[in-house]
């Protein structure tokens, strides 16, 4: 019995590794085989993968609604502008301030949010995204102003002999991997589990001993730092930064990818960021005029498709597919057909023996057990047997004494 189920996970398991082995096959060829612009445009879905995952956690997983996290993205992307302009430190180097100052904004922020919830929750969010462009603008100084900055892209190596859309894009790789697989192991460690707690039921979460000031407070923190961490690489791969790329649209659009893609699921930001990297694109294409008008349409016509997002759409096309080889596999049930069931030793041996059908007694001589068997009141008397002789008997009355020989 052990062994019978324990087969099905281990294939389970294997299919799993293969299609990872596929997929980081695949992802470690395509900057060799696309075009420059189209290894850019790969890029950019990656590092918008980051920021997803963690507005997945707070939003998905967390189940509070945040439209701010475009400022969270562009405080990683400025950190690391300035980083690279007035210091003139290594790109690599500023990932790490990034990601750390981004988790402390993240977390101050958390404090006063813990008394807010749902829309009250997202205009406080949204008041975020709004007022920190103008004060890009206002910190002239330090930010450059309107006029942004601009800074070196990342170079590579020379023992690398890859051009620099190449070395980019593997760089970048590698983060969001790591990104993608911390994500995965903090949801499923305790923290993950109370943030699932604390979204599901507030009140039993804490009567279960979650800390929600805490655990809330921490989801925004590493949401926010995974945003910077985002925003970083994209001042590598863009090399330029400003206000106005950074305004609450880009909130709104992360949202919307993030639905899209699928929430609560561990690979729909990688959905979600090619829909936020080649939809605006694509509407672009179609409609030179009125790209916001086709973008909005396609949203509608995904989620009225997938309403769970397309990771939702995935699983479920592979559950009926699952389900329509099930179907095919089990045996037929027509009544022409051997419907009994193999189980046991058969489904190893074969199938076995097929049973006598029970016959019915033949008439004969009556065997010795029955013959001397005595007759009970149960049985009923023969047919052919004559009565036996009796004295008439008076009947009297139900409930009348006997009478006596004098009487």
């Not at 006063?112 to 910190?139: D, E, I, M, Q």
């Not at 991997?177 to 923290?191: C, K, Y």
Request: aromatic share 8%.
């Amino acid at each position: 019995m052990s062994t019978m189920t324990m087969v099905p996970g281990r294939a389970r398991q294997a299919r799993v590794a293969l299609t990872a082995l596929l997929a980081a096959a695949a992802a470690l060829a395509a900057p060799f085989y696309f075009a420059p612009f189209q290894v850019f445009q790969l890029t950019m879905v990656l590092l918008y993968a980051v920021a997803l995952a963690g507005l997945n956690l707070l939003v998905g997983f967390g189940g509070q609604i945040s439209l701010g996290h475009g400022a969270f993205f562009a405080a990683g992307a400025y950190t690391a502008a300035v980083m690279l302009d007035r210091f003139d430190v290594g790109h690599l180097a500023t990932l790490p301030v990034a990601a750390a100052a981004c988790f402390l904004l993240g977390l101050g922020f958390g404090v006063p949010a813990l008394r807010l919830r749902g829309l009250y929750l997202a205009l406080v969010t949204l008041s975020f995204a709004v007022f920190l462009p103008p004060l890009l603008k206002r910190l002239e100084p330090v930010t450059g102003g309107a006029m942004g900055l601009t800074v070196d892209k990342l170079e590579p190596p020379a023992w690398s002999g890859l051009a620099e859309d190449q070395w980019m894009y593997l760089v970048v790789l590698a983060v969001t991997a790591v990104a993608l697989l911390l994500a995965r192991n903090l949801l499923r460690s305790r923290v993950g589990r109370a943030l699932l707690a604390v979204r599901d039921n507030e009140s039993a979460a804490e009567v279960m001993g979650v800390r929600l000031s805490l655990h809330k407070t921490l989801a925004f923190a590493w949401s926010a730092m995974f945003a910077g961490v985002a925003g970083c690489m994209y001042t590598w791969v863009i090399g330029f930064v400003s206000p106005d790329s950074f305004s609450f649209v880009l909130s709104i659009t992360l949202l919307a990818g993030l639905v899209v893609g699928g929430l609560a699921s561990l690979y729909g930001p990688l959905l979600g960021a090619a829909f936020v990297m080649y939809v605006p694109s694509v509407s672009q294409d179609l409609s030179e005029a009125a790209p916001g008008v086709v973008f909005g349409l396609l949203i509608i016509a995904v989620m009225f498709v997938a309403p769970t997002g397309l990771a939702g759409l995935v699983s479920r096309v592979r559950n009926a597919v699952a389900h329509h080889r099930a179907r095919a596999a089990a045996p037929d049930r027509t009544p022409g057909a051997d419907s009994r069931t193999v189980s046991g030793p058969e489904s190893e041996s074969g199938p076995g023996p097929e049973p006598e059908p029970e016959r019915e007694p033949e008439p004969g001589p009556e065997t010795e057990s029955e013959a001397s068997a005595p007759p009970t009141l149960m049985d009923p008397a023969p047919v052919d047997a004559e009565p036996v002789d009796a004295e008439p008997v008076d009947a009297e009355p139900v409930g009348v004494p006997p009478r006596t020989e004098k009487e």
